[in-house]
């Protein structure tokens, strides 16, 4: 029974959905890409679209509304959020596979019980609750009290990434609605996935946001071990070696979707 | 693709394996047939594949869209229709309807979302298009001999056994022409609404629309615009709703009270307070009282007809009692002289390719199943969409498949639970599935609450052991 939704629907809104679709289409399944809470769309565009796109696999990443180029969104809620996703991943012309980025796999995580991807991948995924919340409390008090998660870029990226770079990517981020905030410290556990789609967990041991023992609990929910990549911060779609985890993902695209 | 070289035919490889009255049989062993690619069709295909099984489905027309293509012969659809119940409630709950899209589609955007599911979960290369179910017969082990042949009437015709069948003919379709005493040498023009497609066939002409479904409604309001003058005849007196209250689509009001848990009684009170200061007292234009309450039958949902009647565009009258040769008598007495009559009085069920007790139809034509779903002692055999919601249609019949291709799968894994599973759908045989005081007439054969509906698949789901339906 879906009387809330029914009752009371998510708002449309204006959305950025940024693609690169490959030079001849060769049947391979869309791959949407949800960057995290203050990311955009764009810390996908840098590297992995067109990476993605050239390996054959028609490529798009939607900034969640709020966020990047999307209409402003001050009272989202995690499930407008998951609406987002599953409104982009429906209007593709084949049955999508969802990659999601921190609190972004949350996000995707609860699309999934809303939309029958053929496969997802939750890439350092932040499920929230208070576990997160402690293991970072610098980032996360402003939060608490209404402001901003905090994300340094001495957080987010290895030493590798040239400081100027790291320190231009992190002042491009924005913010997620307080709602959203709060509600990612609250933990609600997603719905299982529709459609049993398989499920990639991948992340970094030396991320500082997510702990590994986070990274094990979330894969072993969805059944598998995380795949992991040594010496990467959290975001590794921006990081130096932002190559490798990406190539390790298509590949088990190719293999299981 | 899930289905060998050779569908049917014997020089390319196709293996017949068994003979039924001197016809090869071809084997699809596990292969589920659907009947029909509209909505239910194609609801009943994904969901046949996302469980595992291989589909075969055969569509008399050329696309998919089933009622909701208007090219198609059978469709009732004509060129204003939108849909009577907002987003939420009409998509199906995997596959959301864009954003973009108004609270209430066109029927040109229901077939474009329709094409784009196809398409998104690859439906269409399991289509047999232009091809015709001609008979659907019982085989040994629970199985399905299925009889077709090419809509056109040429080749032969071709018998495949299936594992289940899901009948997705649609039943909107057929039409009901009530027998009126002189209706054969009523000189004026009469059509049934599944005739009715285009506005311009009522222009300058005085029509008289029999039926106050949605339908018969729709096509007053049309009439209203378009014709010289239109009567509206009517038997009994229905809640008019309007699309909007509040602020918002109607349904989506109505699902916020029952968000909020409010019972029937205080629903009803709220919906008739708002009603009466909206739409008013609809007597005065007329119209018969009411003889339920709010809820008890799924309301005609029009926001026009109350204008139009206000207007006096449209005249409201009793139901027919005879027709004569240039005139038409009402009961009451008065007697108009239409040009055009629209029949707008429904729709038969229809089966034509299968035995009906099968499906347990009764002298009345109705057939008798489980949720109007599930046939008795047929557990591989499923009707989808047969409902007359107070909701949109596509989210019910999705979990009615859904729970049919669980149904199946447990079959396989634990026969015995299958067994106790369909033996308890079967003592609910004639359960209804709303808590309307209606009349036992083919209108309301299938009307369902969605809500009290969905609780029981729910439950069905539960006791299948599958989660994510809530």
């Known amino acids: ?257 | 693709m899930t289905y060998s070289a050779g569908y049917g035919d014997p020089e390319s490889g196709g293996p017949a394996t068994a003979w039924r009255d001197g016809w090869p049989v071809y084997d699809r062993s596990g292969t589920v047939c659907v009947i029909g690619a509209g909505p239910s069709g194609l609801t009943a295909m994904k969901n046949l594949k996302e469980h595992g099984f291989g589909v075969d489905c055969y569509e008399r027309d050329t696309s998919v869209g089933g009622a909701w293509n208007w090219r198609h012969d059978r469709s009732p659809v004509y060129a204003s229709t939108h849909l009577i119940s907002s987003k939420p409630f009409s998509q199906f709950p995997d596959f959301p309807m864009p954003d973009s899209w108004p609270d209430y589609p066109k029927h040109t955007q229901v077939l474009e979302y329709l094409e784009h599911y196809a398409d998104h979960f690859d439906l269409k290369p399991h289509i047999w298009f232009g091809t015709e179910v001609v008979k659907v017969e019982p085989a040994e082990g629970e199985r399905w001999d299925v009889t077709t042949r090419s809509t056109g009437g040429y080749g032969g015709e071709r018998i495949h056994r299936y594992a289940a069948v899901v009948i997705a003919n649609g039943h909107n379709w057929s039409p009901k022409r009530p027998e009126y005493e002189g209706l054969e040498d009523f000189k004026g023009e009469v059509i049934h609404a599944a005739q009715f497609k285009d506005a311009a066939q009522l222009r300058n002409k005085k029509v008289l629309v029999i039926g106050a479904g949605n339908t018969g409604c729709d096509i007053a309001v049309e009439a209203a615009q378009q014709a010289a003058r239109c009567w509206h005849s009517t038997r009994r007196g229905y809640w008019y709703t309007p699309k909007y209250t509040l602020g918002r689509p109607a349904d989506q009001v109505n699902d916020l009270m029952l968000w909020l848990k409010l019972p029937l009684r205080a629903r009803q009170f709220l919906a008739h307070r708002t009603l009466k200061s909206t739409v008013g007292d609809l007597t005065r234009f007329g119209l018969p009282q009411p003889d339920h309450k709010i809820y008890e039958t799924h309301t005609i949902v029009n926001s026009q007809l109350v204008y139009y009647l206000g207007h006096g565009a449209v005249s409201p009258v009793p139901d027919v009692a005879r027709f004569h040769r240039n005139s038409v008598e009402l009961k009451g007495g008065e007697v108009i002289e239409p040009d055009l009559v629209v029949l707008a009085t429904g729709y038969h069920p229809s089966f034509e390719f299968i035995d009906g007790s099968l499906l347990g139809v009764d002298a009345s034509g109705r057939p008798r199943l489980a949720m109007h779903a599930f046939p008795k002692r047929q557990p591989t055999l499923a009707v989808a969409g047969l409902l007359q919601p107070d909701s949109g249609l596509f989210p019910l019949v999705h979990w009615q498949m859904v729970a049919f291709a669980r149904m199946l799968r447990v079959r396989e894994a634990a026969p015995a639970k299958a067994v106790a599973v369909q033996r308890k759908l079967e003592a609910e045989l004639d359960r209804r599935w709303t808590t309307a005081k209606v009349k036992d007439s083919t209108r309301h054969w299938f009307e369902i609450s969605h809500t009290t509906y969905l609780k029981a698949i729910q439950r069905l789901l539960d006791e299948l052991g599958l989660e994510g339906a809530k």
């Open chain 1, 1 to 257: 029974m879906r009387a809330r939704e029914w009752a009371f629907p998510i708002a449309p809104v204006r959305r950025e959905v940024r693609r690169a679709t490959p030079e001849v289409d060769e049947g391979r399944p869309p791959v949407l890409f949800v960057p995290g809470f203050g990311h955009g769309a764009w810390v996908f565009a840098e590297h992995w679209l067109e990476h993605t796109a050239d390996r054959g696999f028609p490529a798009y990443a939607v900034s969640l509304r709020g966020h990047g180029d999307s209409a402003k969104a001050p009272k989202a809620t995690l499930r407008a959020y998951a609406h987002d996703v599953a409104q982009v991943a429906a209007s593709l012309p084949r049955r999508a596979v969802i990659v999601g980025h921190g609190a972004g796999a949350l996000v995707t995580a609860h699309a999934l019980a809303r939309y029958p991807a053929r496969a997802a991948v939750l890439l350092s995924p932040v499920f929230g609750g208070t576990g997160t919340a402690l293991r970072n409390p610098m980032l996360s008090l402003p939060a608490l009290f209404g402001g901003g998660l905090r994300l340094p870029a001495g957080q987010l990226f290895s030493r590798e990434l040239p400081s100027n770079a790291a320190r231009g990517y992190a002042a491009r981020l924005g913010r997620a609605s307080t709602r959203a905030q709060w509600q990612l410290l609250r933990g609600r556990t997603p719905q299982p996935p529709v459609g049993d789609p398989p499920v990639l967990v991948v992340g970094s041991p030396d991320d500082r946001i997510v702990s590994d023992t986070a990274l094990r609990r979330v894969a072993r929910g969805y059944g598998g071990a995380p795949l992991l990549f040594p010496g990467m911060g959290h975001d590794l779609m921006l990081d130096t070696r932002w190559r490798e985890p990406i190539d390790a993902i298509l590949d088990w695209l190719e293999k299981s979707a």
